[in-house]
């Protein structure tokens, strides 16, 4: 798959690290324009440098309001799709396009004889470095933390044991241990936006824990397990499901367990989730 159309990862459109794009790309800037002065800054005020850090920090906060309004769209936009690496690329382009706009029009307001294409240029190659360089440290960091969290779940749910039955222990987003049940007691994982459900026994009661997490962080926690992903929005513990059934308006697993709903499987996991319930049914004959 070429790397251009390859979907980005989940954490870069979670609700909290949007939040922490915006929040860092602002401090970021506002420390960039107080050093290095672009944007013709030095002509906006003639005043003091302690004023021209409160005039700067307004019209900067002003300026990453594109940012904001630019990942609350993408926030929403994801909920529907994903984006691909070249999307994503085209979505910060846009975004340097119009913040270099912005500051593009008032240092223009502010010197009347300027010329546009000049100081639309100069705009433009800041922003570029505003905007880039603060994207690049916290997708760096994103990567990280999640690398991290996800390296440590998939070594607790392999070595994990307590009395001979396996142990699938439950993380949240920044790591810390949230559930921890026996492997044979879990049912299924549902998307629930910013979180997922954990449907499991307890006291062979059907039990839901909501965690703060993904499911793609899930789906690659449980790689090379009997846990796997069905659909969009389901990951399924195969050791629970008795039946596939096909139906007029699609495919359904089963469970032997009441009140558990029959959960889809999606054309995208349909052969592969099959082909797996045959091979894993026929060796536990």
Same mark, same amino acid.
């Given at each position: 798959?070429?790397?251009?159309?390859?979907?980005?990862?989940?954490?870069?459109?979670?609700?909290?690290?949007?939040?922490?794009?915006?929040?860092?790309?602002?401090?970021?800037?506002? *420390?960039?324009?107080? &050093?290095?002065?672009?944007?013709?800054?030095? !002509?906006? +005020?003639? $005043? %003091?440098?302690? =004023?021209?850090?409160?005039?700067?920090?307004?019209?900067?906060?002003?300026?990453?309001?594109?940012?904001?309004?630019?990942?609350?769209?993408?926030?929403?936009?994801?909920?529907?799709?994903?984006?691909?690496?070249?999307?994503?690329?085209?979505? *910060?382009?846009?975004? &340097?396009?119009?913040?270099?706009?912005?500051? !593009?029009? +008032?240092? $223009? %307001?502010?010197? =009347?004889?300027?010329?546009?294409?000049?100081?639309?240029?100069?705009?433009?190659?800041?922003?570029?470095?505003?905007?880039?360089?603060?994207?690049?440290?916290?997708?760096?960091?994103?990567?990280?933390?999640?690398?991290?969290?996800?390296?440590?779940?998939?070594?607790?749910?392999?070595?994990?044991?307590?009395?001979?039955?396996?142990?699938?222990?439950?993380?949240?987003?920044?790591?810390?241990?949230?559930?921890?049940?026996?492997?044979?007691?879990?049912?299924?994982?549902?998307?629930?936006?910013?979180?997922?459900?954990?449907?499991?026994?307890?006291?062979?009661?059907?039990?839901?824990?909501?965690?703060?997490?993904?499911?793609?962080?899930?789906?690659?926690?449980?790689?090379?397990?009997?846990?796997?992903?069905?659909?969009?929005?389901?990951?399924?513990?195969?050791?629970?499901?008795?039946?596939?059934?096909?139906?007029?308006?699609?495919?359904?697993?089963?469970?032997?367990?009441?009140?558990?709903?029959?959960?889809?499987?999606?054309?995208?996991?349909?052969?592969?989730?099959?082909?797996?319930?045959?091979?894993?049914?026929?060796?536990?004959?």
């Amino acid at each position: 798959m070429n790397v251009l159309t390859r979907k980005i990862p989940a954490y870069h459109y979670e609700r909290s690290n949007l939040i922490r794009l915006v929040l860092f790309t602002a401090f970021f800037d506002l *420390i960039f324009i107080n &050093i290095y002065k672009p944007f013709s800054s030095l !002509t906006w +005020y003639p $005043v %003091s440098e302690f =004023k021209f850090f409160l005039f700067s920090s307004l019209v900067i906060l002003t300026g990453v309001l594109v940012v904001a309004i630019s990942r609350v769209i993408m926030y929403y936009y994801t909920k529907k799709r994903s984006i691909n690496y070249l999307e994503y690329g085209i979505w *910060i382009v846009s975004e &340097i396009f119009f913040m270099s706009l912005f500051y !593009t029009i +008032y240092s $223009v %307001s502010l010197k =009347k004889e300027a010329d546009i294409l000049e100081v639309f240029s100069e705009s433009a190659e800041n922003t570029t470095l505003v905007l880039l360089l603060p994207y690049a440290i916290l997708m760096l960091y994103f990567s990280w933390r999640d690398k991290e969290q996800k390296l440590r779940m998939i070594e607790e749910n392999k070595g994990d044991a307590i009395g001979g039955a396996s142990v699938i222990s439950f993380r949240d987003e920044k790591g810390e241990l949230r559930l921890s049940i026996k492997h044979s007691n879990l049912l299924y994982i549902e998307s629930a936006d910013n979180y997922v459900r954990v449907w499991y026994l307890n006291k062979g009661v059907v039990t839901k824990f909501m965690l703060r997490n993904t499911l793609k962080a899930m789906e690659e926690a449980f790689e090379g397990t009997n846990v796997l992903r069905c659909h969009r929005s389901y990951m399924v513990n195969f050791e629970q499901v008795k039946v596939i059934r096909r139906e007029k308006d699609g495919v359904y697993l089963e469970f032997d367990v009441e009140k558990v709903p029959d959960i889809p499987i999606s054309k995208t996991y349909s052969e592969k989730v099959t082909h797996w319930f045959m091979c894993y049914s026929s060796s536990n004959e």
